[in-house]
């Protein structure tokens, strides 16, 4: 059980404290895993920005989805489910979450481009993976900038997930999978859906921290 998501990055930073100043590049993935991120690049002493990636939506469920596309356009889908819809509607779908990624990219990371990933040791971040397709996506984008290592952690996972995740990454690093997981927040006393601000403020910091002469 995590106190909240400083507490999260905190515990996770020490699991990950061989890249300790080994020039990675930690990616946050908005929005909870930018404030988790944070806390594991501060510890690391890395390269700190956030990798936008968004869930493909069913049409008449939208707290589930089908795949998850990244902000290079690549693309992860669930072959089990994907097919359940129509071509048309996954298009349609897919161009709203393209929209939804160019506003978060110009509002969270003020249009700045991703870091060069090429060659480098990259350091994927969520505050947890329950389904897992934005990871997978976020993943073939490292892929695609031709990372060096990819390495994903997170505070939580559930096992199968889990297990898929890591057949696809140099490295997988959870905290907690537990027996019966039903939703990221059951591990975290203190849950809420992270406002645009505070993914701003924490953006903020980093660059403050780093005009005093810090990573």
């Known amino acids: 059980m995590f106190e909240d998501r400083k507490d999260a990055g905190e515990q996770l930073a020490l699991a990950l404290e061989k890249y300790k100043d080994k020039g990675v590049t930690v990616l946050g993935i908005p929005r909870g895993g930018v404030e988790v991120g944070y806390y594991v690049a ?15 939506p069913f049409p008449d469920d939208p707290e589930s989805g089908f795949g998850a596309i990244a902000e290079d356009g690549s693309t992860f889908l669930i072959e089990r489910v994907a097919s359940r819809v129509p071509e048309k509607e996954t298009k349609a ?19 700045k481009p991703l870091p060069d990933l090429k060659g480098r040791t990259v350091i994927l971040v969520d505050d947890g993976i329950a389904m897992g397709a934005t990871m997978r996506a976020a993943i073939l984008l490292c892929r695609n900038k031709r990372a060096k290592k990819i390495v994903v952690a997170a505070p939580v996972a559930g096992e199968d997930v889990a297990t898929e995740i890591a057949r696809t990454v140099d490295e997988l690093v959870v905290l907690e999978m537990p027996v019966v997981f039903h939703a990221v927040a059951q591990v975290y ?10 993914v701003l403020g924490i953006m903020e910091r980093w660059e403050e921290s780093r005009g005093h002469g810090t990573q």
């Not at 006393?189 to 505070?198: G, I, N, T």
């Open 42 to 56: 501060r510890s690391l002493g890395a390269r700190f920005s956030m990798v936008v990636s968004r869930k493909l």
């Open 189 to 198: 006393r203190h849950w809420y859906d992270v406002p645009d601000r505070e």
């Open 93 to 111: 779908i897919q161009e709203a979450q393209k929209l939804e990624i160019l506003r978060r990219v110009k509002t969270l990371r003020k249009g």
